[in-house]
Structure formats: structure tokens, C-alpha cells
């Protein structure tokens, strides 16, 4: 028979619980539901290459930056990326997405076109995780484009030695991985799902 609350719930406002099950109602706060239930997702960043470069790189060491244009964003405390080695701001089960973007000359042929996600549980030896393929077949006028994408739900229990790497491996020498300043081209997306 009680009236309605008539607004949004808050951190203060407080619960009744059978505390135990045995019957004894107790008190609670709203603020504590968070710390049990959990509190969604607390990280969330976007990193992309901001440059071209061609041939094969293992990993892609250099011309990262933290996507900054058309609302682009991030929220948490975020990745951080040295020499291409991304490091993870909290442990926590974290899902990562990455695509690249290649282009090879009127003509060209690649048999194959690969990405790789790499990581590593020392900080030291590194393993494929997850890997995608495609395949360019060049027109006789133009440029051909081709698009991989690979993903990966990392467990990242310790964020001095849960470490991860993108590389790239093509048939073809020549090929070119794209990148840009102004938009994802190249990129790669990291969410955090929740505890380990």
C-alpha cells in the first residue's frame, strides 16, 4: 500500500532485505546494489593508425593514436600502447575487435591479406589468439581494397604481464596497410565485460 517513489532511484535511498533468509528484515542502501549486481561496463577505448605503411609488420609498432575526431571517444581510465605492445588499465575479461584496411595497385594480386592478434600471459612470449584472411584480386585499372577483421575476449588477469600485439602478413610485399588521422581505417576497439 506505500505510494510510489515517483523519481529515479538514488544512492540513498534505502531497501528492505530478509537478511539471511531467516525472516530479520534489515536496511539497506541503493549504492550497495552496484557493488554487487556490478556496475556494467567501466572501460571502453578506440586506437587507430593514423599513417600507411607497406609490407609486413610484426607488431604494428609505430603511428597509433586514440581515435579524437567526429565524437570520437573513450571512457575509463584507457589503453595505453608503447612500441605497438598494448597494456590494460584493469584486469577484467575485455573483448577486442581489430580492422584493417589494405589497398594494393591497378594489377596487383595478393593470395592472401592476414591479421593477427597476438597476446602474451608474461609479458614476454607472445601467441596467436586470433587471426582473419582475405584475399585481393586486382583489376586491370585502379585500386583494389580489401578489409580484415578479427576479434577476441581476452582474460586479462594481470595487467603488468596480460599484454596484446596486432600484426599484419601479406602475400604480396607490396601491399598497404591503411591508416588516417581523420577516421578508422585501421583500428582496434577494446570494451571491458566485467570481472575475471
Known amino acids: 500500500g506505500a505510494t510510489d517513489i515517483g523519481a529515479a532511484i538514488a544512492d540513498a535511498d534505502l531497501f528492505l532485505v530478509d537478511d539471511g533468509a531467516g525472516g530479520t528484515l534489515?536496511?539497506?542502501a541503493a549504492s550497495r546494489l552496484k557493488t554487487y549486481i556490478g556496475g556494467g561496463i567501466t572501460e571502453a577505448d578506440n586506437w587507430r593508425l593514423t599513417t600507411n605503411f607497406s609490407?609486413?609488420?610484426a607488431p604494428i609498432a609505430s603511428n597509433w593514436e586514440r581515435g579524437d575526431t567526429d565524437g570520437a571517444g573513450y571512457f575509463g581510465t584507457g589503453m595505453s600502447q608503447s612500441s605497438g605492445v598494448f597494456t590494460?588499465?584493469?584486469t577484467g575479461y575485455w573483448y577486442i575487435t581489430y580492422t584493417a584496411l589494405f589497398v594494393l595497385a591497378s594489377g596487383a594480386d595478393s593470395a592472401y591479406q592476414s591479421i593477427?592478434?597476438?597476446?602474451t600471459l608474461n609479458n614476454s612470449s607472445y601467441s596467436l589468439a586470433s587471426n582473419a584472411n582475405c584475399f585481393v584480386n586486382g583489376v586491370a585499372s585502379g585500386q583494389t581494397f580489401s578489409t580484415g577483421v578479427t576479434s577476441f575476449m581476452f582474460d586479462?588477469?594481470?595487467t603488468t604481464n596480460c599484454k596484446i600485439r596486432f600484426d599484419t602478413d601479406s602475400a604480396n610485399t607490396s601491399t598497404t596497410t591503411i591508416g588516417s588521422t581523420n577516421e578508422?581505417?585501421?583500428s582496434v576497439k577494446f570494451i571491458r565485460l566485467?570481472?575475471?
Open 26 to 28: 534489515r536496511k539497506t
Open 55 to 57: 609490407g609486413d609488420a
Open 88 to 90: 590494460f588499465p584493469s
Open 116 to 119: 593477427s592478434l597476438l597476446t
Open 156 to 158: 586479462v588477469t594481470n
Open 184 to 186: 578508422d581505417q585501421t
Open 194 to 196: 566485467g570481472d575475471t
